[in-house]
């Protein structure tokens, strides 16, 4: 249902945008250039009355968003003149103001009403689309040439499957279904196994169902599975595909397939995912599971008994679909540096793209897989990095990370630590490997704005020594911020920097926010675990602001775009907390059931001598402990969600903590009722109450827990991430290098779950950076819990440090000063390495 202020939820450029509909007619400012839908809109500062222009289908606004993209100017102003839509001083009217169109976050859009699709098919204009459907036509035509159809019985699996190397002339099926037909639409990402069999470079044998005896045997079933799936699809069975063994692990590529072969009967929609979205907006209401190729049917069936699609072909039903109702949201956003010292950014302005070394590995696409990528990477690039497996990781990272990059995803272009040259969107086919250029051939086609051209008035110390980074919401919104034009969906030149702000804050969560809101979304509770240091408090609360904030309902101290460690974070979290949108405990050996369900907690009695009383004028009385009163409040107040943050919950014991909760917890039970033993009330835990619990690995490990209480969350694993001190030394110790190096020592002689994390390096969450600081960490900090992994061996802990700062006879830390023991710790764990 719609929102409170009754608006509606729109995608555009994938973002999401709140829409207060039209009243009829748009109200044009004097010196400004955006329509405005609001009388009452405090971007109106002119005086008298203002010139109105008819809007009577109330779609000015799309007809605005569709005349051109956001930067073009041009494109939108000559459509203004050509319909008259022009401000009291003649200017054209280019742009929506906020009260006509507001930037939202993802999660915001979803507690809206979506865009009705009457509307929508009446704004809806298909000539615009004419170019592209010509193109999907021809490459699937393309595909049909080089493949036909009555050949796919003897085809050889030579020229099907990924893997071997082909020359450009001989491009197999998948490589041309998977990276040359982008205009039908995208499968790439993911891992080959897609494609149902493809040859593996590094093993050197083909990857294939292991029910299969060999290549052939499996080549020959997928085959017949390929063609048993196409003829399914042309004789109205595509729900029969769900029973074709030999391509159900494939839905991806065999839907692709369906496109080329079989285009009177199959959509270009190839992610299951999307199919469900699709269907949900069209019908209004939740879909069922269902198998994938039964809810493709399923969506044929909707668009074929709607009317007003008739007519239409599949590929325009799926541009409308895509232009009305898009899943595809902008996802990423990476800096990428420019060369050494900037060196690329002139071609790489001129030619639209960015692009990175490390030649000696080929196109990314040639790659079943990013395993077998890595193992060519580390072949490669093995003594340039003198064997660091971390560190050939991480390189190995930032080059694969280029072919995740889809159209709408962002890059910055950056030289060092400060300086940014441009901002720009991927295009078309996003990753590409140039063999026409003389070096840097990893490239990523990106069209620039170098509005963005700025230097940080604090630098990124990582920027200056990792080339491909993600940029978190915090950074692009000092970069947006410093922008000296705005972009986004009003185009217009008069944009105020509050407004400028709201575009800012309104981009998706940062990626490693994600699987947390997801496991929520599945669950409604989650654990993030791992080593001490590894920042899961931190994390659980980054998050609770980002997401309680954001759906908040306007609550007064609130900003979900606050950024940890600043006082706007802090007064977030009082103000959630204080509303009872937000809980914090932390468990220990003596909480119980009576702390977090009920229980009978002592009280001063009104009158001595009552019954129940104890010595000294007390009395039992039975008391809602922290849960209950969550869930009381939660249940009357179901608009908004309701986040309980357990810290160390591992230190609890659950089982008698939770008692009869354990099976209120599961989300199919929400909202059941039990009686509560003590109180013999009927208990129920509403589905808009959310837990997320914290736990250190390295006092007690998850197989130690309850295995129904395992069963009920969904646990999220967070390892140290030498990341964030990328590009920061102190001195000549490179911090990243510390604690990559340390921890490969821990995982060789201890286990992965007693490493180091982070968060020790990252006081008041900036890198240290003094001597002085890094070694009181060291010595207060770090060397304490290594002595208590240890079981105070100094041998084992010589091992970890090194003996320039271990003395193992005489069983102490040798007498170093700060400096010298940063150079300690240089020597023996950055120029040694991690010894694995």
């Given at each position: 249902m719609a929102d409170e202020q009754g608006r509606l939820a729109v995608t555009y450029e994938g973002h999401d945008f709140a829409l207060t509909p039209s009243p009829g007619e748009v109200i044009l400012p004097l010196n400004g250039r955006k329509i405005h839908h609001d009388s009452a809109c405090g971007h109106l500062t002119d005086s008298g009355d203002l010139p109105r222009f008819p809007d009577p289908d109330k779609l000015l606004w799309r007809q605005i968003l569709d005349s051109a993209p956001s930067g073009d100017t041009e494109g939108r102003t000559l459509f203004a003149r050509s319909i008259g839509l022009l401000g009291a001083a003649g200017q054209p009217m280019i742009g929506l103001c906020g009260c006509v169109l507001r930037p939202v976050s993802p999660t915001q859009a979803e507690t809206m009403r979506p865009w009705p699709l009457a509307e929508a098919i009446a704004a809806f204009d298909p000539?615009?689309?004419?170019?592209?459907?010509?193109?999907?036509?021809?490459?699937?035509?393309?595909?049909r040439e080089a493949f036909p159809w009555e050949e796919w019985p003897t085809l050889p699996l030579e020229r099907y499957a990924l893997g071997q190397g082909h020359s450009s002339?001989?491009?197999?099926?998948?490589?041309?279904?998977?990276?040359?037909?982008?205009?039908?639409?995208?499968?790439?990402?993911?891992?080959?196994?897609?494609?149902?069999?493809?040859?593996?470079?590094?093993?050197?044998s083909w990857w294939h169902d292991s029910r299969y005896s060999g290549p052939d045997e499996a080549w020959e079933n997928v085959r017949a599975g390929i063609i048993e799936?196409?003829?399914?699809?042309?004789?109205?069975?595509?729900?029969?595909?769900?029973?074709?063994?030999?391509?159900?692990?494939?839905?991806?590529?065999i839907s692709k397939t369906l496109r080329v072969y079989a285009p009177d009967a199959a959509f270009a929609v190839y992610s299951t995912g999307f199919v469900q979205h699709y269907l949900e907006r069209l019908t209004g209401e939740p879909v069922p599971k269902m198998e994938p190729f039964a809810l493709r049917a399923r969506l044929k069936d909707v668009i074929d008994a709607d009317e007003r699609f008739a007519g239409w072909s599949y590929d325009l039903v799926v541009r409308f679909l895509e232009w009305w109702a898009s899943p595809w949201r902008t996802r990423q956003i990476v800096k990428i540096?420019?060369?050494?010292?900037?060196?690329?950014?002139?071609?790489?302005?001129?030619?639209?793209?960015?692009?990175?070394?490390?030649?000696?590995?080929?196109?990314?696409r040639s790659f079943a897989d990013k395993d077998e990528f890595l193992a060519a990477f580390t072949a490669a690039y093995s003594d340039e990095y003198n064997g660091f497996k971390s560190k050939i990781s991480a390189k190995a990272n930032e080059v694969w990370k280029l072919q995740s990059l889809r159209p709408g995803d962002l890059?910055?272009?950056?030289?060092?630590?400060?300086?940014?040259?441009?901002v720009g969107r991927v295009m078309g086919d996003g990753y590409q490997w140039r063999d026409d250029l003389p070096d840097h051939r990893h490239t990523v086609c990106v069209d620039w704005d170098e509005s963005y051209a700025t230097r940080l008035d604090e630098p990124e110390r990582s920027w200056a020594t990792v080339t491909v980074k993600d940029v978190p919401i915090a950074l692009w919104n000092k970069i947006r911020g410093a922008r000296s034009t705005p972009l986004g969906p009003s185009a217009d030149t008069d944009t105020t920097p509050a407004e400028e702000a709201e575009v800012v804050a309104t981009q998706p969560?940062?990626?490693?926010?994600?699987?947390?809101?997801?496991?929520?979304?599945?669950?409604?509770?989650?654990?993030?675990?791992?080593?001490?240091?590894?920042?899961?408090?931190?994390?659980a609360l980054r998050f609770a602001v980002r997401w309680l904030g954001e759906l908040s309902g306007g609550l007064p101290g609130v900003d979900p775009y606050a950024e940890p460690g600043t006082e706007a974070f802090d007064a977030t979290l009082d103000s959630l907390t204080e509303a009872g949108r937000l809980t914090m405990v932390a468990f220990h050996p003596s909480y119980g059931y009576e702390?977090?369900?009920?229980?009978?907690?002592?009280?001063?009695?009104?009158?001595?001598?009552?019954?129940?009383?104890?010595?000294?004028?007390l009395s039992l009385d039975l008391t809602a402990g922290v849960f209950k009163r969550v869930c009381e409040a939660a249940a009357a107040d179901p608009t908004h969600p309701y986040l309980v943050?357990?810290?160390?919950?591992?230190?609890?014991?659950?089982?008698?903590?939770?008692?009869?909760?354990?099976?209120?917890?599961?989300?199919?039970?929400?909202?059941?009722?039990?009686?509560?033993p003590l109180s013999q009330e009927l208990f129920r835990i509403p589905p808009n109450v959310y837990l997320i619990g914290t736990m250190n690995t390295a006092d007690r490990s998850i197989r130690t827990l309850d295995a129904a209480i395992r069963r009920r969350f969904v646990f999220l694993e967070l390892l140290p991430d030498s990341g964030p001190l990328q590009g920061c030394h102190v001195e000549e110790l490179h911090l990243a290098d510390l604690l990559d190096a340390l921890n490969q020592r821990i995982r060789t002689l201890l286990d992965r779950e007693k490493q180091i994390g982070h968060a020790f390096f990252l006081p008041d969450g900036a890198p240290v950076d003094s001597a002085a600081e890094l070694a009181g960490i060291v010595r207060g900090e770090i060397l304490p819990l290594l002595q208590d992994y240890a079981y105070d061996d100094y041998t084992l802990l010589a091992a970890f440090l090194g003996e320039d700062l271990v003395d193992s006879e005489t069983h102490t830390l040798k007498d170093l000063t700060d400096e010298g023991l940063v150079t300690a710790l240089y020597t023996e764990l950055q120029v040694k390495g991690g010894g694995e």
């Open positions: 000539a615009r689309h004419e170019a592209a459907l010509r193109e999907m036509e021809a490459q699937a035509r393309r595909i002339a001989t491009k197999p099926y998948c490589y041309l279904a998977e990276f040359g037909s982008n205009a039908l639409g995208s499968i790439a990402g993911g891992s080959s196994r897609k494609h149902l069999i493809y040859w593996r470079e590094r093993s050197n799936a196409v003829t399914a699809a042309r004789e109205g069975r595509m729900a029969d595909i769900d029973a074709v063994d030999a391509v159900r692990s494939g839905p991806s590529l540096a420019a060369g050494h010292d900037g060196n690329l950014w002139r071609d790489c302005r001129a030619g639209g793209y960015i692009a990175v070394g490390w030649d000696h590995v080929p196109d990314l890059v910055v272009a950056n030289t060092g630590a400060s300086q940014i040259h441009g969560l940062d990626a490693d926010l994600r699987p947390l809101a997801d496991a929520l979304e599945r669950r409604c509770q989650a654990v993030l675990f791992g080593p001490p240091g590894t920042g899961k408090t931190y994390m702390d977090f369900v009920e229980g009978f907690r002592p009280v001063r009695s009104a009158a001595a001598g009552k019954t129940g009383t104890t010595g000294g004028g943050v357990i810290d160390e919950l591992n230190r609890g014991h659950l089982p008698k903590i939770l008692g009869e909760l354990v099976t209120l917890l599961e989300k199919d039970k929400r909202g059941r009722a039990i009686t509560l």
